[in-house]
């Protein structure tokens, strides 16, 4: 293993840790209805828990109300309950084989409580980069140790990783701020 190696896995696991992240943001009620945020409803389908998006076609019926409409007949109250009974706090209604999802303005309290979250999810975010810095400078530590590197090609390779790091935790700290944005405007 060498310090471009080392660089190059820290690289991956951090582009990583920000994917992570920007799947949990995209989680995050804002207000708006989109048709993501029903994405983790899972439905009993004969048995098996299956993705909403697998039994029904999700729409946009206007700017604050979802439809689903399930591709059986008989899965519409199987849907529509498993919608209910989720943690989102909708309240569906069905309209013959059709279910709209009205998505509730938030309040004020809501969307800081909300904006809370979403810091706590970018500080989890920034720990896992940081612990990814942590185990590629002991890394190169290793390398200069069994004499793979030398002591000079280790400092340089820990500035490029703190670099990589600099910059990773800027990228977290942009997608938060427009997470935030996105979440007080009313």
């Given at each position: 293993?060498?310090?471009?190696?080392?660089k190059?896995?820290a690289?991956q696991?951090?582009?990583?840790?920000i994917?992570?992240?920007?799947?949990?943001?995209?989680k995050?009620?804002t207000?708006?209805?989109?048709?993501g945020?029903?994405?983790?409803?899972?439905?009993?389908?004969?048995?098996?828990?299956?993705a909403?998006n697998?039994?029904?076609?999700?729409?946009?019926i206007?700017?604050?109300?979802?439809?689903v409409q399930?591709?059986?007949?008989k899965?519409?109250?199987?849907v529509?309950?498993?919608?209910?009974?989720?943690?989102?706090?909708?309240?569906p209604?069905?309209?013959g084989?059709?279910?709209r999802?009205?998505?509730p303005?938030?309040?004020e309290?809501?969307?800081k409580?909300i904006?809370?979250?979403?810091?706590?999810?970018?500080?989890?975010?920034?720990v896992a980069?940081?612990?990814?810095?942590?185990?590629?400078?002991?890394?190169l530590?290793?390398?200069?140790?069994?004499?793979?590197?030398s002591?000079?090609d280790?400092?340089?390779?820990?500035?490029?990783?703190?670099k990589?790091?600099?910059?990773?935790?800027?990228?977290?700290?942009?997608?938060i701020?427009?997470?935030?944005?996105?979440?007080?405007?009313?």
């Open positions: 293993m060498s310090t471009a190696d080392v190059k896995n690289e696991k951090m582009n990583k840790s994917e992570t992240l920007k799947a949990n943001l995209s995050v009620r207000g708006r209805a989109h048709v945020i029903l994405d983790h409803v899972m439905v009993d389908y004969y048995g098996s828990p299956t909403i697998q039994v029904a076609n999700v729409t946009l206007d700017a604050r109300t979802i439809g399930p591709w059986e007949k899965m519409v109250a199987v529509e309950k498993a919608i209910r009974e989720s943690d989102l706090g909708f309240n209604s069905t309209q084989d059709l279910i999802v009205p998505t303005p938030l309040t309290e809501r969307r409580e904006v809370k979250l979403v810091k706590g999810e970018a500080e989890d975010a920034k980069v940081r612990n990814i810095r942590r185990d590629a400078n002991e890394a530590k290793k390398l200069v140790k069994d004499k793979a590197c002591e000079d280790e400092r340089r390779a820990q500035d490029d990783v703190q990589l790091t600099d910059k990773f935790v800027a990228e977290i700290d942009k997608l701020s427009e997470k935030e944005k996105e979440i007080m405007t009313v």
